[in-house]
């Protein structure tokens, strides 16, 4: 009986491998140029002039690597691209591979004389390296070692991670264009949901990391959809104009309980706000079963913006405020705050209550009469004393 394999196990491992050889090869070099070093008489000055040595050579075989290395693209602007989107441009790809011809082209007519041309460039180099006849072999030698190194090394790193950065940057394009095309045809919430998708695909934001099992595999396998969960929103969304439901139905299909059902809801929301219940959307806001019930929530929210009273826009601001300063709510940097940033941006700020304004001048103090035997009346002691009256 086979052994299960570990998922990711393999991927881990050939990495760990990948870096240890190259830290093997680099380190190999630099300890052959160390030992050299010191036995000379200036070792320090060896050891500098051979690190830059060192690093042209792999500057250099790094770039050679990367003009070898350009992934071409696959197809081209009659391969079923969608009107309105950018073809690739292929300048780069045309550079690397002329420059690789004309390279392998030169390199092989000057392949007799190879060893004169290393001799030549190690003669060059050994003063850098403290002088001496015994020091070109060693220059040219470590040339070759590190221009080899540098090439292999950019060779790799162009091959395995260009292709997958250019690939993940034109699937955001798409979005990003896709989403400027539903936003003329009026649009706004799916309009913003593939701007996040696209934002997600960069790494610009976090996502919903719940997907809810309850709708997946919901669609037909004919369906033009993505497929997951997200598919089946965008298809209840797209459908939700030409559904013979009524706000009240959609209304009892989120008060049914289930995550599935609630967020179906949502998705007629989203796609006709005709339905909408704003109840409804601030509990999934407010209570969410989910971070993807509450993503697809705030886009119902976005929705209902411009059919809202000034009340519903008073609750939809506390609601989505409150989950904003939640610790427990809504996480910073995700796209649920891009969302509800978003929202409270298109909502009128509160009103605020005028405070009265103070008096102009000093308050002046309140005048007490004097009374009759008080401190300052004829018997008190700032008033005329019994005594000076009995005396006149």
């Given at each position: 009986?086979?052994?299960?394999?570990?998922?990711?196990?393999?991927?881990a491992t050939l990495r760990t491998a990948q870096w240890g050889a190259t830290g093997v090869l680099a380190g190999t070099g630099l300890l052959g140029l160390l030992l050299f070093a010191l036995g000379r008489e200036h070792a320090w000055q060896v050891l500098g002039g051979g690190l830059v040595v060192t690093g042209a050579s792999v500057v250099l075989g790094g770039g050679l690597g990367f003009l070898f290395g350009v992934p071409r693209v696959r197809g081209g602007a009659a391969a079923g691209e969608p009107q309105g989107s950018y073809a690739p441009n292929t300048n780069l790809e045309q550079v690397s591979d002329w420059l690789t011809k004309v390279l392998l082209g030169v390199g092989l007519t000057q392949l007799g004389s190879l060893g004169e041309r290393l001799h030549d460039l190690g003669a060059a180099l050994a003063p850098a390296l403290g002088g001496g006849r015994d020091v070109a072999p060693f220059a040219a030698a470590l040339v070759l070692y590190f221009l080899v190194f540098g090439f292999l090394a950019g060779w790799l790193v162009t091959r395995l991670a260009l292709p997958q950065a250019l690939t993940e940057t034109d699937q955001a394009l798409d979005l990003f264009l896709a989403g400027q095309d539903r936003d003329r045809h009026g649009d706004k919430v799916g309009a913003d949901d593939l701007r996040v998708r696209a934002m997600q695909q960069l790494g610009?934001?976090?996502?919903?990391a719940e997907r809810p099992a309850a709708l997946a595999g919901q669609l037909p396998p004919s369906s033009g959809a993505p497929a997951g969960p997200e598919g089946v929103v965008a298809e209840v969304r797209s459908t939700a104009r030409r559904s013979a439901l009524t706000a009240d139905q959609v209304r009892a299909l989120f008060a049914d309980g289930s995550e599935g059902r609630r967020i179906q809801a949502l998705a007629l929301m989203q796609g006709d706000p005709a339905l909408a219940d704003l109840p409804s959307v601030l509990d999934a806001i407010e209570r969410p079963r989910s971070g993807f019930e509450q993503y697809h929530a705030l886009l119902a929210a976005r929705g209902l913006l411009s059919r809202l009273p000034a009340a519903g826009e008073q609750r939809l601001r506390d609601a989505v405020a409150t989950q904003l300063v939640d610790p427990r709510g809504i996480p910073y940097g995700s796209d649920r705050s891009w969302l509800a940033e978003k929202i409270l941006s298109r909502l009128p700020a509160p009103a605020l209550v005028p405070e009265r304004p103070a008096p102009a001048g000093p308050q002046a103090a309140p005048?007490?009469?004097?009374?009759?035997?008080?401190?300052?009346?004829?018997?008190g002691p700032g008033g005329p004393s019994a005594e000076g009256t009995s005396s006149r």
């Open positions: 009986m086979a052994k299960a394999r570990r998922p990711g196990g393999g991927g610009l934001l976090g996502g919903s005048v007490v009469p004097a009374q009759p035997g008080g401190p300052d009346g004829p018997g």
